[in-house]
């Protein structure tokens, strides 16, 4: 179950991640109990808007993963403790407190009763303990002592077929090959922690022949590193750092065409994460190293988007875990490179510049990982903007020259890089009266981190107005400083279409992805939306109030409720022609389709008007600027205009919304890399079959 964050650090507590959100749900189902106001048929005035505004409860989840798919699961519940419960052990059952019998109920079970809370192993808050035997067999000369549990072997399962190495490979760039020692030490790294476990042993004669990692590590440099790039791909060596190599295979698996790669790549992060804390027990000063972090990025990016759900919820319990070690190794306070010392050779200074910079986008890298939390899960980031103090990341292009002399070329004029901007001088140009200030800015990157860092901002203006500081501040500073945000955010839009006939594929591919966030940023822009969407889909006890305030939030302001079906429609329009397998677009998907299902419905009152003109929404603007005013004028005034949307004639009439949601689900289906698309896929039909079951139009809100 993934885990929730506690939404007042006021209130912080020490608690297993899986257990936090099941808290919560249970004091929520003793409150709709005890309190008349809290009932789905309660009156709206009487609710109490904190019931959907609490983090803890939107950020869990786990309702999205399939938990009867087991086949995506290397270990079993009873791994995480070290332990293997086997039926055929009799000494061995009642050695053994059953996982499934000590662990918190998901919120997916909040109604069953744990009927071990009435042992007597209540006293240790039902911890997983070893309890003594009597006896274990007939004759046994330690009567009180605790045998040993049988060893369990975990087998890593196979990639691809037999006979790989004899196939012909077609690369995408020139990489260090793995060679015999390498490849023999990928494999000891695996083994490490269970050489001295004796309860799990670990069987990896199927791992990959060198040719298939060489592949793996290939397909992430082409595809996944571009968004996450932290390694430096011209002198990466796959001998130098094995857990780092280890965790860019696993994500590159995901990518390969090989038989059973998604399998070995839940199996093969599970193996990592295991070495990882291995190395940590073994040595604290591994924490604050930056393979440390490099790998914990690689496996946390993985676990989100894998479809596992085991693999979701240590990601999200790790991330605070990564912003803290990275605080401690000071990677949010690095400085601009310094001037060569004399008598370095041109090799020498580029090397030093490469480990520098190295630094600042790890550093970097870790903000964009914790930040993306915000409005990908609807959850608070562990930085805040305050804590980021450092240049901003050099261009692409001199982090991945090839050489010395190839980076040298890029700035004939000095022997030094050129230096960064920081991050809040370049913001505030947006905000003093500065002439364009986005013409100023020519490297994407920087464009991209001050979207992400105002759309960061616009979570925790979001956040005060569910906050009782909200109340007693006078005037509010939640729509002032929201509407001054997203202005800033639309300023930095562009037209897709036009851009791409004049730039590169990975120049489009980081546009596309800013785009995709200045669109995502208006749907956490527009009032609590965002906050009331979970409990609504989930259909719980707590359903029928977040419907019924949804349906208040769109008549409080129906331009709003437009703006938010437009940029919907274009976030899925942008995908459906510009995907780029990018980690978190499953998310971006799913976002956007359920949203807009669910408004489209509250437009009531425009949806029964004579329609004169046709208005496709997902159409892309060409650059004309005609299409944009159109989009415009309709957001602003409404009128009499027949919506339309791929796949969907008319998003006015009775069956749109199964429409759109058969729509996204398309979409979803066309993520082939990432396992997160076929749960989000099966969330996304089951929330469309829902629907065609409800036949009044007041029903029509999922």
């Not at 914990?296 to 605070?320: A, D, M, V």
């Not at 029964?608 to 005034?637: A, I, Y």
């Not at 749109?656 to 689900?665: C, E, F, H, V």
């Amino acid at each position: 179950m993934p885990p929730s964050q506690s939404p007042d650090s006021s209130l912080a507590q020490v608690c297993i991640p899986a257990v936090s959100g099941s808290c919560y749900v249970a004091n929520e189902a003793a409150t709709l109990d005890a309190t008349p106001g809290l009932q789905p048929q309660a009156p709206l005035e009487n609710l109490l808007y904190t019931t959907f505004d609490d983090m803890d409860f939107n950020s869990n989840l786990d309702w999205m993963l399939d938990e009867s798919d087991t086949g995506n699961n290397l270990f079993s519940p009873s791994d995480i403790f070290g332990y293997s419960a086997s039926s055929d052990t009799q000494c061995f059952q009642s050695f053994l407190i059953s996982a499934s019998q000590t662990a918190v109920s998901s919120p997916r079970h909040f109604d069953v009763v744990d009927s071990h809370m009435n042992t007597p192993d209540q006293a240790l808050g039902g911890l997983l303990t070893p309890q003594p035997q009597e006896t274990c067999y007939t004759g046994d000369p330690w009567p009180v002592e605790t045998p040993r549990p049988p060893q369990r072997q975990i087998s890593l399962p196979a990639l691809g077929p037999q006979g790989f190495a004899n196939r012909a490979i077609t690369r995408f760039s020139s990489i260090t090959a793995v060679d015999t020692r390498t490849w023999h030490g990928l494999q000891k790294c695996l083994m490490l922690p269970f050489e001295h476990n004796r309860f799990q042993s670990l069987d990896i004669a199927q791992f990959p022949a060198k040719e298939m990692l060489d592949d793996c590590i290939d397909l992430f440099f082409a595809h996944f590193h571009p968004m996450l790039d932290v390694v430096h791909q011209p002198t990466f060596d796959p001998s130098k750092d094995l857990v780092v190599t280890l965790s860019i295979i696993s994500v590159g698996a995901c990518y390969s065409d090989f038989s059973g790669a998604k399998l070995f790549s839940i199996a093969l992060s599970e193996l990592v994460r295991k070495l990882l804390v291995f190395m940590a027990e073994s040595d604290r000063r591994f924490v604050r190293t930056r393979s440390y972090v490099t790998a914990q990025l690689l496996q946390g990016t993985h676990g989100y988007c894998s479809g596992s759900e085991r693999l979701f919820e240590l990601s999200e319990s790790c991330r605070g875990t990564i912003t803290h070690h990275a605080k401690c190794m000071g990677l949010f306070r690095a400085d601009n490179p310094e001037n060569p010392k004399p008598g370095k050779t041109l090799d020498e200074t580029w090397r030093a510049w490469v480990d520098a910079e190295g630094l600042r986008r790890l550093g970097w890298a870790v903000y964009k990982y914790d930040a993306s939390v915000a409005y990908l899960h609807n959850n608070r980031p562990f930085l805040s903007t305050g804590d980021v103090n450092l240049p901003l990341p050099a261009s692409v292009e001199h982090w991945g020259a090839e050489s010395g002399q190839a980076w040298a070329a890029l700035h004939p004029w000095s022997q030094v890089c050129p230096s960064s901007p920081r991050l809040r001088p370049t913001i505030r140009s947006f905000f003093d009266n500065t002439q364009r200030p986005l013409e100023n800015i020519v490297v994407e990157e920087h464009i991209f981190l001050i979207t992400l860092t105002l759309v960061r901002m616009l979570w925790t203006l979001k956040e005060i107005r569910s906050s009782p500081i909200n109340d007693l501040v006078s005037p509010p500073v939640y729509d002032n400083g929201r509407q001054t945000l997203l202005q800033a955010l639309d300023g930095m839009m562009v037209s897709v279409v036009p851009f791409s006939k004049l730039h590169t594929k990975a120049e489009i591919d980081r546009v596309v992805h800013r785009m995709q966030l200045i669109h995502v940023a208006h749907l956490y822009g527009a009032g609590d939306l965002m906050n009331w969407l979970w409990p609504s889909l989930r259909d719980g006890p707590e359903a029928e109030n977040a419907r019924e305030r949804m349906r208040q939030w769109s008549n409080e302001d129906m331009q709003r409720s437009r703006n938010v079906v437009y940029h919907c429609a274009q976030l899925l329009g942008l995908i459906r022609h510009y995907p780029n397998n990018m980690p978190f677009e499953v998310f971006l998907i799913f976002h956007a389709g359920v949203v807009l299902s669910c408004i489209v419905p509250l437009l009531e009152a425009e949806m029964f008007r004579e329609r004169t003109t046709v208005l496709h929404l997902d159409q892309l603007d060409s650059g004309d600027e005609l299409l944009f005013k159109r989009h415009d004028d309709w957001v602003k005034n409404g009128g009499n205009t027949q919506l339309c949307l791929t796949g969907v004639p008319s998003l006015c009439s009775a069956g749109a919304r199964r429409a759109i949601l058969d729509q996204t689900a398309l979409l979803l289906r066309r993520q082939k890399v990432w396992g997160m698309a076929r749960n989000l896929t099966k969330v996304v039909l089951s929330l469309g079959a829902r629907s065609a079951e409800m036949q009044a139009p007041e029903e029509q809100l999922i």
